[in-house]
């Protein structure tokens, strides 16, 4: 394999040597890429509670509850997500939800009455107990 001649060498070094510090930068990764600073507020839940985002936060089910590491509902926390589908969940209920490419929430408007946020970095989670169906029972029980 044959070698670079001298001169293309010592004119990429010259090249590298004029330019200007900080103009090789990496171009910002794709919006799919980008991490947001999402704020989970369920401190309005009572009683309080732990709470999880499967793959992004510790697990509540599978600790003991008195030593688990996962997020109590007593105060907000910030995650770090890319653009993508999660869930959020405690022990008696969980929704999707999404963070959208250019890092604002989203989620189904039926959840509206419980939960808060859509359009904006800050998801508020408002209820207890979710029930997103909001209509009348086929029968009732006697």
């Known amino acids: 394999m044959a070698s670079k001649p001298v001169g293309f060498v010592l004119g990429m070094l010259t090249l590298l040597a004029v330019l200007p510090a900080g103009s090789a930068q990496a171009a910002p990764p794709p919006a799919h890429m980008k991490e947001y600073a999402i ?3 369920a401190t309005t839940l009572h009683p309080p509670t732990r709470w999880q985002v499967p793959g992004i936060t510790p697990m509540i089910m599978t600790m003991d509850p008195d030593s688990t590491e996962a997020y109590a ?3 907000r926390r910030e995650l770090k997500l890319k653009p993508g589908s999660y869930k959020f969940g405690t022990f008696t ?3 999707p939800f999404q963070v959208t490419l250019d890092g604002k929430l989203d989620f189904a408007q039926s959840l509206d009455q419980c939960v ?3 359009g ?3 998801l508020m989670v408002t209820c207890s107990r979710m029930y997103p169906y909001g209509g009348k029972r086929e029968y009732d029980y006697k």
Do not use: L, S, W
């Open 93 to 95: 209920f969980d929704f």
């Open 73 to 75: 509902t007593t105060e």
């Open 39 to 41: 704020t989970v507020d």
């Open 116 to 118: 808060a946020g859509r």
């Open 120 to 122: 904006t970095q800050m």
